[in-house]
């Protein structure tokens, strides 16, 4: 998956770049037909350009590091605006991404 977000971040307009993929769970419905039953995204990278290339954009680096890795940019930009950021995201290595495996692997051995 990627997402491309545009915003202002302090001012500046910029465009926040995230790419990684979905976990997702499928079911068959009766009739034969798959569906979602659940969908996570898990963050592997991202980035925070400046949509005009003159501009200064200065980011607070201790706020920054306080974000998770993978997310990182795009979360920094979301709080700055005033959304609340879910703690314990899914990112390559990290605690949230080895539950949801784990207990994707408990659902799929009961299916």
Not at 68 to 93: F, K, S, W
Not at 98 to 107: F, V
């Amino acid at each position: 998956m990627v997402l491309l977000v545009r915003g202002r971040l302090h001012g500046v307009e910029v465009d926040a770049s995230c790419c990684g993929r979905f976990h997702d769970r499928m079911v068959r419905q009766d009739g034969g037909q798959w569906c979602i039953l659940q969908r996570v995204p898990v963050y592997e990278k991202d980035r925070l350009d400046g949509v005009d290339p003159a501009a200064r954009l200065v980011l607070d680096t201790d706020t920054l590091a306080q974000y998770t890795e993978g997310c990182r940019h795009l979360t920094y930009m979301q709080a700055c605006n005033g959304a609340t950021i879910m703690p314990d995201l899914a990112v390559p290595g990290s605690a949230a991404l080895q539950r949801l495996e784990m207990e994707s692997a408990l659902w799929l051995a009961r299916a």
